[in-house]
C-alpha cells in the first residue's frame, strides 16, 4: 500500500518529469511508479488509471513549472568565484 511520503513523490515526480513518463504514468502506473521504485498495489494502479488524465496531468505539470523562478532569480543564481 502507498504510503503518504510514497504519494508525494509520486505525484511530485509525475509533475516534474517529461510528457512521456507522464503519458506512461497514465497508461502503466505501476510500471511507472516501479521505475522510481514505488509499489503501487492493483487497485491504487486502477485507480490511477480511471482518475487521472494525460490532459490534467500535463496542465498540472506546466502550472508547476511556472511556479519555478528562472535560475538567475535571487538565491537560484551560483555565485561567482572571488579570485583571491
Same mark, same amino acid.
Given at each position: 500500500?502507498?504510503? /503518504?511520503?510514497?504519494?508525494e513523490r509520486l505525484i511530485g515526480y509525475a509533475l516534474l518529469a517529461d510528457k512521456k513518463f507522464r503519458k506512461w504514468f497514465v497508461s502503466d502506473p505501476q510500471a511507472a511508479a516501479a521505475s522510481?521504485?514505488?509499489?503501487l498495489?492493483?487497485? /491504487?494502479?486502477?485507480?490511477?488509471?480511471e482518475t487521472v488524465t494525460l490532459r490534467r496531468l500535463n496542465a498540472m505539470a506546466k502550472s508547476v513549472k511556472n511556479w519555478m523562478p528562472p535560475p538567475s532569480v535571487g538565491n537560484w543564481q551560483k555565485t561567482p568565484l572571488i579570485p583571491n
Open positions: 500500500m502507498l504510503q /503518504e511520503n510514497e504519494l522510481i521504485d514505488i509499489k498495489t492493483d487497485e /491504487e494502479a486502477d485507480y490511477i488509471r
